[in-house]
């Protein structure tokens, strides 16, 4: 991989962290938090899933712990978000230009970084979606609402098509292309399932018949007194 291509991948990483934070800042917003309220929950939103993922890895301190770009980048997200209301209009589809590039990023960062230390492709696929949506996942649990990849646009499912892409071309020691590949996935994917509103099916409404159980047992009615048969 070429020193270009790598600092291309650094910049989409850290853009999203920056985006993501923002994301977490919109959400401060619309609960009427305060300066702290936004900082934690941008942290948790840039950072939370490369958080999860390094300490699921037990490989060290997280990167977000060791590299200060990022911490940097989150709590510049948070400021932003407090200062400037960009939860409409092109502020909005910036980030989620920039969060939808995130997704794939992350998806192939972590699964790429799952297989660096001997994990299998199941195992891999699913740290890569662990770093994309676990900050998204934990901002939602910080203020007492269901995690929008639950039940929202193909976010979670878009992960683990970049994830999959990923482990692929890893195996075959292409990762470079496996990066860009997985960013472009994630980008197209992700934007154009929040266009439309693509959601998973919910669960099946069917139901299965009861076995009439007490009519097999029920006993036969009794003769008459006075009679035998």
């Known amino acids: 991989m070429t020193i270009e291509a790598d600092l291309l991948f650094r910049l989409v990483d850290v853009f999203g962290v920056f985006a993501n934070a923002v994301l977490g800042g919109?959400?401060?917003?619309?609960?009427?938090?305060?300066?702290?309220?936004?900082?934690?929950?941008?942290i948790?939103?840039?950072?939370?899933?490369?958080?999860?993922r390094d300490v699921l890895l037990g490989v060290g301190f997280p990167v977000a712990l060791t590299d200060p770009l990022y911490l940097s980048s989150a709590l510049i997200g948070a400021a932003v978000a407090f200062l400037l209301d960009l939860g409409?209009?092109?502020?909005?589809?910036?980030?989620?230009?920039?969060d939808a590039l995130a997704l794939g990023?992350?998806?192939?960062?972590?699964a790429a970084k799952a297989l660096g230390v001997g994990l299998a492709y199941l195992p891999a696929i699913f740290l890569g979606v662990?770093?994309?949506?676990?900050?998204?996942?934990?901002?939602?649990?910080?203020?007492?609402?269901?995690?929008?990849?639950?039940?929202?646009?193909?976010?979670?499912?878009?992960?683990?098509?970049?994830?999959?892409e990923m482990v692929?071309?890893?195996?075959?020691?292409?990762?470079?292309?496996?990066?860009g590949l997985a960013i472009i996935t994630g980008g197209v994917l992700g934007l154009v399932s929040r266009w439309r509103?693509?959601?998973?099916?919910?669960?099946?409404?069917?139901?299965v018949p009861r076995p009439r159980v007490r009519k097999l047992f029920r006993s036969r009615a009794r003769p008459p007194k006075g009679r035998l048969f």
């Open 26 to 42: 919109a959400v401060a917003r619309t609960k009427g938090f305060d300066a702290i309220g936004f900082a934690i929950l941008a």
């Open 44 to 52: 948790c939103s840039g950072l939370g899933g490369g958080m999860l």
């Open 88 to 98: 409409r209009g092109w502020g909005r589809r910036a980030l989620l230009l920039g």
């Open 105 to 110: 990023c992350w998806s192939a960062t972590g």
């Open 130 to 164: 662990i770093t994309a949506v676990g900050g998204g996942m934990l901002r939602d649990i910080l203020v007492n609402q269901t995690p929008s990849v639950f039940n929202g646009p193909l976010y979670a499912t878009v992960s683990v098509i970049a994830s999959t």
């Open 168 to 179: 692929v071309l890893r195996s075959l020691d292409q990762y470079g292309l496996g990066m």
């Open 197 to 207: 509103q693509w959601t998973l099916p919910p669960a099946a409404q069917w139901t």
